[in-house]
Structure formats: structure tokens, C-alpha cells
């Protein structure tokens, strides 16, 4: 049996950002992941460190996006009908924290979270040499309904409150910026504090490099098999029983497999996504990523090829592959962007793992002494992980966390 300071269960950017984090600051820590580093969620999302995040995607308050979204016709989302009844409790959580005046305190709580964002993953990207992943071109959301863009002045007007540059753009100016896409949109918003990666895996893997490097230790194991043994914390790997006095639970989406177990009952659901690869014809290209935002669906130039990524899918989170979403935003893509030939053969899915409010949980179980929270990130994971772990290490060490940790708190559920 090998003892440690610290186990951090699941390996996703999330669980390494906070592995290396308590590395950095001496302690030993051992990473399980039962599957390869960074290989799950966090490899196939759409690479954007979003630190400009003001209001959390929301609950539709348009009667004709609902109607599509309920008739299957919607790009932007999709549903199985045989899961509905069982998320039902969670969408009207998720559609009451989506009133206006919430979205606007979700906006201020999570605020100095998203600000650190960028120069968190610079930090860790420079000591990991890992900074050739990074782009600092910011994000395109073009609008091809002025009703859709008209409706974005809340946001602006916060923008200017927190002090996040924006550019509002006619089309011809973000065909400057943006020269192969087609001009099938009416508007622009250009956000240039928004950063992406070309390779959220490599990311990943160059962290926990760093993390080896620092003498951390990364094994195979089962998190479901964690468990008290004495005063510390216990978990079952293929290299033997590791323990801890302190463990940290970065299970994405599969956190309550363990916590039910541990009888901590949390409001987490998932919306699943998915991405397929594609080359650009001839020799057209993107310099950031681009939402299409009437369409709800992402495209980024990644080192594989330009990856579409779609929105949420209300689905079990192990119930099969509807990649449906496709089919409806496929003719808006072609549209959009001069894509080539598709480079994968098998569509990805992931599921983003999210609590109603939007806010991921950062800090302290319930009521189990020892035992640690990072999870939630929903649909910034990549962005949010290096902060993330920089909170979790400061807390744990007891050193002052650099924003108040209580927006993130579980007890919000209490
Ligand atoms: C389509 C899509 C696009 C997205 N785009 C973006 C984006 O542009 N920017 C952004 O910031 N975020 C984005 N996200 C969200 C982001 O990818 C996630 O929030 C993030 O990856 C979550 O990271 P994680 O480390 O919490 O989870 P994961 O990456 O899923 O890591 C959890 C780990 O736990 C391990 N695990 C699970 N169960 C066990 C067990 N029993 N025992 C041991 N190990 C276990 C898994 O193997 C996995 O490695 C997107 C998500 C999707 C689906």
C-alpha cells in the first residue's frame, strides 16, 4: 500500500490542472484515471479558453426555439423523448436560473473565476512548454437573424461593466478577420480576449508531463472503489491501495458514479455533444473559432482538421450515439464555411457536465473530511480547469484562494 499526500481521481484537464497544481507546491500526488490521460471530455471539445464568458448558455425563452427544439428540428439541441421524464426536475432548475436577473448574478459569481482563465493556462502552458497550442485570436459569433443580435444588449452593456473588449461588426468587417467564410450572415460580434488550442489532448498531456516531472504519479484505478480507511482515504489501483489524508473528486461527468456511492447527492446532469473532422477546400482556412449562432453549433481549426462541434443533447449519459444534429446543421456549415472531405470516420461524443446554475462546484464535500470537489465545468471545462486547480491547491494548502471560493460552494444546494 503507497502513501501520499493527495489523490486526484479522474485525469481530464481538470483533474491534471489540479494534480500538477499540488505538485507544484510539494505535496505528493497520485492521479488515477481508469482510462488514458485526457482522452475523454476534455479531448473533444472545441479548444476555446473562454475567459470572456459573461451569461452561461440558457434555457430557450423563445417560444419558436422551443417549438423547434420540441419537433426535432432544432440544430442547436436535441432530446431523447424516453429521457425526458427523468430530467424534467433539473430543466426547470436550469430554465428558473435562467430568468434574466439570474443570469446576470450567475454572470457576476462566476466573473473572477473566467478572468483568471487565460493567464492561468498561459502560466501552466509555459512551465509545460506547451505554449505552441495556444492561440490568442479570439472568437467570432456571427448572427445571420438581427433579431438574434438585437437581443445580445444585455450582454454588451455587462461587457463594458467588467471591462471586456468587444468589437460589434458589420459582415464585410469580419470578412476581414475571417476571409473564407461566405457572407451568409447579417452581423459579427469579435471578442478578442477569447483564446482556443489546436489540440485540447496535447494540452492535457503536456500538464500532466509536467506533473511526472514534478515526481507525480499517475496510475490506473477505479475511483468507484474509494473509501475510508481510518483517517485517510482510500482507492484501489492496478499498482496496489494508494491513501491519502486528502482526495479530490474531477470525475467530469462521471462523478456520481462514486458520490451516490458516498451518499453526497448532487443536482449534476449532462448535455451530451458531439464533433466530426473535416478538411477546408482548397486552400481556405480559419484563424479562431467561429459560432454560428442562429445554427448553435461551433467550428475550430484544430491540428486534425476543421472540427464541428454541435450543442447540448438531453440524453442518459451512456444511452447510444444520436448524432441527429448533424443532419440539421450540415446545410448551414456547407453555407457558412467551404468545408472539404470528412477526415474521421466515427462521430465523437462527449457529455458536459453541468448543474443547473450553471457554476461548477469548487471546494469542500459535505460533511466528508478530506474529501474535495471539482466539478460541474459544463461547457468551459478546458477553459476553467487550470483555475480551477489553482483554487483546489490553495485551498487544500491553506493558503488564501485568489477569488472567494463560496459561489462554487455545494452548500448552494443545501
Ligand atoms: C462538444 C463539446 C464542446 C466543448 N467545447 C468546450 C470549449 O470550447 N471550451 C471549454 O472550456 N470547454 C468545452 N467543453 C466542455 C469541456 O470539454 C468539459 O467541461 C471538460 O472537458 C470537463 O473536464 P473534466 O476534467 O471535468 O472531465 P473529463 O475530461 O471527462 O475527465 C474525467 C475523467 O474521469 C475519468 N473517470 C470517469 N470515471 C472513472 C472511474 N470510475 N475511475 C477512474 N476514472 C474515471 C475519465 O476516464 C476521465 O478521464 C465542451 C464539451 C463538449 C462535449
Not at 475523454?40 to 417560444?63: K, R
Not at 473532422?277 to 453549433?297: E, I
Not at 438531453?314 to 448551414?332: E, H, I
Request: charge should be positive; charged fraction near 20%; include cysteine.
Amino acid at each position: 500500500m503507497a502513501r501520499t499526500d493527495a489523490i486526484v481521481l479522474g485525469a481530464g484537464i481538470v483533474g491534471v490542472s489540479i494534480a500538477l497544481h499540488l505538485a507544484k507546491r510539494g505535496l505528493s500526488v497520485t492521479l488515477v484515471d481508469r482510462a488514458g490521460v485526457g482522452e475523454q471530455t476534455s479531448y473533444g471539445n472545441a479548444g476555446i479558453i473562454e475567459g470572456n464568458t459573461i451569461f452561461p448558455p440558457a434555457f430557450p425563452s423563445d417560444p419558436g426555439a422551443l417549438l423547434r427544439i420540441a419537433f426535432k428540428r432544432a440544430s442547436e439541441a436535441n432530446y431523447h423523448l424516453s429521457f425526458l421524464p427523468r430530467i424534467v426536475p433539473w430543466l426547470m432548475a436550469f430554465r428558473a436560473a435562467s430568468q434574466p436577473e439570474r443570469l446576470v448574478e450567475t454572470a457576476r459569481l462566476i466573473r473572477p473565476l473566467f478572468a483568471r482563465a487565460v493567464a492561468e493556462h498561459e502560466a501552466l502552458m509555459a512551465e509545460a512548454g506547451a505554449t505552441h497550442y495556444m492561440r490568442k485570436t479570439g472568437w467570432l459569433k456571427v448572427y445571420r437573424d438581427k433579431k438574434t443580435f438585437a437581443a445580445l444588449g444585455p450582454e454588451f452593456d455587462l461587457a463594458v461593466k467588467f471591462g471586456l473588449p468587444l468589437k460589434a461588426l458589420k459582415t464585410s468587417d469580419a470578412l476581414t478577420l475571417e476571409p473564407s467564410l461566405n457572407p451568409v450572415f447579417a452581423q459579427a460580434v469579435f471578442w478578442p480576449q477569447a483564446a482556443s488550442v489546436s489540440n485540447p489532448l496535447g494540452v492535457t498531456r503536456a500538464y500532466v508531463a509536467r506533473f511526472t516531472a514534478l515526481g507525480g504519479v499517475t496510475v490506473v484505478g477505479d475511483a468507484r472503489s474509494l473509501h475510508r480507511a481510518g483517517n485517510r482515504w482510500r482507492v484501489e489501483t492496478n499498482e496496489g491501495a494508494v491513501d491519502a489524508a486528502q482526495c479530490v473528486v474531477a470525475l467530469g461527468p462521471w462523478a456520481s458514479d462514486l458520490l451516490n456511492r458516498l451518499g453526497v447527492k448532487l443536482p449534476l446532469a449532462v448535455k451530451r455533444g458531439y464533433h466530426r473532422h473535416f478538411r477546408a477546400q482548397g486552400n481556405a482556412g480559419l484563424s479562431r473559432p467561429v459560432l454560428d449562432a442562429d445554427a448553435g453549433y461551433l467550428i475550430t481549426p484544430m491540428e486534425q482538421g476543421i472540427r464541428i462541434t454541435t450543442g447540448a443533447e438531453f440524453a442518459a449519459r451512456d444511452a447510444k450515439s444520436t448524432p441527429v444534429q448533424f443532419d440539421r446543421l450540415m446545410p448551414k456549415v456547407h453555407e457558412l464555411f467551404p468545408l472539404g472531405a470528412r477526415t474521421d470516420d466515427k462521430t465523437w461524443l462527449g457529455s458536459r457536465p453541468c448543474f443547473p446554475d450553471s457554476r461548477p462546484v469548487i471546494g469542500r464535500a459535505p460533511a466528508l473530511t478530506g474529501l474535495w470537489l471539482a466539478i460541474g465545468h459544463a461547457h468551459w471545462g478546458l477553459t476553467l480547469g487550470p483555475a480551477t486547480g489553482r483554487m483546489i491547491a490553495e485551498m487544500i494548502t491553506g493558503e488564501t484562494p485568489f477569488c472567494d471560493p463560496q459561489p462554487y460552494g455545494v452548500e448552494r444546494f443545501a
